[in-house]
């Protein structure tokens, strides 16, 4: 069956860096776009950024220039690199198989000093 989990959080200071990973089995992968999203307390989740089957990237307007997200199809694993955190990057990171119901449980991030 499809699983993604997600591996990389934790408590992180203000301008600091963490790479999120989302390692994926039990579908192919490397023909599929995947999301990572973010929900913090009281908000709806979010889209954070996107890269399709071919390596296009998209970004939400809060983490560009900031955030990058790449993939390894060899590793079947896409990461979220993070830069410059804020203390309003703090939620939990979901990576998704886009346009599917397949979700990760979620990881932490907390950015506080």
């Known amino acids: 069956q499809v699983q993604l989990v997600e591996s990389g959080g934790g408590l992180v200071q203000p301008g600091g860096s963490l790479r999120l990973s989302c390692a994926a089995s039990?579908?192919?992968?490397?023909?599929?776009?995947m999301n990572w999203y973010r929900q913090a307390p009281g908000t709806e989740r979010e889209l954070v950024a996107t890269i399709t089957s071919g390596g296009t990237t998209n970004y939400a307007d809060s983490v560009k220039g900031r955030f990058t997200i790449s993939r390894d199809n060899g590793k079947n694993t896409v990461y979220l690199q993070m830069n410059s955190l804020k203390p309003e990057d703090t939620a939990v990171y979901y990576c998704?198989?886009?346009?599917?119901?397949?979700w990760g449980k979620g990881i932490l991030v907390t950015v506080s000093s």
């Open positions: 039990g579908f192919m992968f490397s023909v599929y776009a």
């Open positions: 998704n198989v886009q346009s599917s119901r397949y």
